[in-house]
C-alpha cells in the first residue's frame, strides 16, 4: 500500500488539527441553593462555558447550556420554567430541563417562527449535572473545562481554510 505521510497544502505543515480530549470537572458557581427560588434562573461562564443554572417549578436544581441550540440566543434574556420545562424567550421553543429535549420548536411569532425553524435542524439542549454540596449548599456543574478550547481549535481551522491556506494571498 502507498504508506507515508501524505502531502496537505502549505498550512497543514503549519498548525496541527489539535484533537482536544474533554475534561470534565466540577466547578463552583458562586451560588448556593438557597440563592435560587424556583423557577429562577442564573446565567453563569464557568471556564469558557455559558451555562444557567435554575430551580424548576418543583424547587429541584437543574443546570442546562445558556444557549438556545436555535441560533445561539443567551436563554437568560427572559426564558421562563414551567414545571421542569425552560422555554426560550426568542421563538419560544421549549425543553425539558432534566433531558434537555426539544419539546416544541420555535412556536412563536406565528409567521416567521416556523420558518426560521425549517432551516435549522432541531437540536436538543445542553444539559449539564449539577450538584450542591452537603454542608454549604454551594452549587457546582459538571463541566468540560476543554469545551472552548475544542471550539476554536475548530473555528480557527475554518477561518485559516476560508483565507486560502493562510500563506499571505487573500
Known amino acids: 500500500g502507498a504508506s507515508g505521510p501524505r502531502r496537505g497544502g502549505k498550512t497543514a505543515a503549519r498548525y496541527t488539527t489539535q484533537v482536544i480530549l474533554p475534561a470534565l470537572q466540577w466547578i463552583k458557581t458562586g451560588l ?3 440563592d435560587l427560588a424556583a423557577t429562577e434562573l442564573r446565567a453563569k461562564n464557568l471556564s469558557g462555558v455559558d451555562v444557567l443554572v435554575g430551580k ?3 424547587g429541584k436544581l437543574f443546570c442546562v447550556g445558556n444557549l438556545c441550540p436555535h441560533i445561539g440566543t443567551p436563554m437568560s434574556e427572559g426564558a421562563d420554567v414551567i414545571g421542569d420545562v425552560i422555554v426560550c424567550p426568542l421563538h419560544g421553543s421549549s425543553f425539558k430541563v432534566t433531558t434537555g429535549e426539544l419539546i416544541d420548536w420555535c412556536v412563536s ?3 416567521i417562527g416556523p420558518l426560521t425553524g425549517i432551516v435549522v435542524e432541531k437540536k436538543n439542549l445542553a444539559v449539564f449535572e449539577v450538584r450542591s454540596s452537603f454542608f454549604g449548599g ?3 456543574v459538571l463541566v468540560d473545562t476543554n469545551a ?3 471550539y476554536e481549535a475548530d473555528y480557527w481551522k ?3 481554510d476560508a483565507q486560502g491556506k493562510d500563506d499571505g494571498t487573500y
Do not use: H
Open 56 to 58: 424548576d417549578g418543583s
Open 148 to 150: 472552548r478550547k475544542a
Open 138 to 140: 454551594d452549587i457546582e
Open 109 to 111: 411569532p406565528p409567521i
Open 32 to 34: 448556593k441553593e438557597s
Open 158 to 160: 475554518g477561518v485559516l
